[in-house]
């Protein structure tokens, strides 16, 4: 018999792409979405229509901080695991509010966790992000970089791996933290890079570059990083661990902006721009240990991920 699985943020972009996988897999899943105005409420609902189709699949909507709610789910829906990807996403709007990111992804968290001890569930996968790093000279390592982020939103989640560890160490349930690098793909948040320059470029609006356009990414595909989470779910590991996933193959933003160019016939009309702060100029991700725990293999080069991106855009509404 197939697991049941909550996923908390689970209509976002990467939260809707795992529910897929899981329900195809014949997994009980249940999303649990608070749909925030961090962007419109309808797109996350689109998100999962293909999802919702399955009877496999439950949405319920509520916030991870209200513990009633949460509380309720847990005891109803009795979950052997739990992907915690909800959070205030977003590293310069945190610079902005950084009140609401800690409030929303560290006593979010020090909720959802707290109900799992509870409701005895054995697993948490949880969302960390490349932004816990910093700024970086070559990979970045989990047990030998250290962790020096410049944003609230790289704080909030640096607080949310203690959190996660505290509880794992102290009767808690197993966690697993996944520290995701610049991920991308169908459905990818409107505010993030590929999906606003491509919005841009089509429509022949003016594109803004930061720095001097040689910035290094490690732009990871969605199905490489739900290959990722699944083998986090799958794995037998006791206590707490954390694992990059990335690449491990940074692409220059320049290069980016030309796939991007050359997959819409249209030329973008650059304005370079200073670089903003919170924004470190590399991420790379060192993915030997998830390789060698986990059996991670990201499979899509920046070449195929662009391409399928495009198909998903040009097939949009609009």
């Not at 609902?45 to 509520?62: D, H, K, M, Y």
């Not at 505010?191 to 990414?217: C, K, N, P, W, Y």
């Not at 990201?298 to 040009?314: D, H, N, T």
């Amino acid at each position: 018999m197939s697991e049941a699985v909550l996923i908390t943020g689970g209509a976002g972009f990467i939260g809707s792409h795992l529910a897929e996988r899981l329900v195809e897999k014949g997994h009980q899943v249940v999303c649990l979405d608070n749909f925030d105005d961090y962007y419109p409420a309808e797109v996350k609902r689109g998100n999962l229509q293909s999802a919702l189709s399955s009877p496999c699949l439950r949405l319920v909507e509520a916030d991870i901080r209200d513990q009633g709610a949460l509380r309720a789910v847990l005891a109803r829906e009795k979950p052997q695991a739990i992907v915690h990807l909800a959070a205030r996403a977003g590293v310069r709007p945190s610079l902005l509010d950084p009140e609401l990111y800690l409030d929303v992804n560290v006593r979010g968290t020090l909720s959802l966790l707290a109900a799992a001890r509870e409701f005895e569930v054995p697993r948490v996968v949880f969302a960390s992000s490349s932004s816990v790093y910093g700024l970086i000279e070559g990979m970045a390592r989990e047990n030998g970089t250290s962790c020096h982020p410049l944003s609230p939103y790289g704080a909030s989640k640096v607080a949310g791996e203690a959190l996660c560890s505290a509880y794992a160490e102290t009767g808690g349930p197993s966690v697993t933290a996944l520290r995701f690098f610049t991920v991308y793909g169908p459905r990818q948040r409107p505010d993030m890079a590929i999906d606003r320059f491509t919005r841009l470029i089509a429509s022949g609006q003016e594109v803004s570059v930061h720095g001097d356009g040689h910035s290094l990414r490690d732009y990871t595909f969605i199905s490489d990083i739900v290959d990722g989470i699944e083998a986090a779910l799958g794995a037998s590991l006791p206590g707490y661990n954390v694992f990059n996933l990335g690449r491990g193959q940074p692409a220059v933003l320049l290069d980016v902006i030309r796939l991007i160019e050359e997959g819409l016939e249209a030329k973008a009309k650059l304005r370079f721009v200073p670089q903003p702060p919170g924004e470190p100029p590399l991420t790379h991700a060192d993915i030997g240990k998830a390789g060698a725990l986990l059996g991670y293999r990201p499979s899509v080069s920046i070449e195929e991920g662009i391409a399928c991106y495009l198909r998903w855009f040009k097939g949009q509404p609009g």
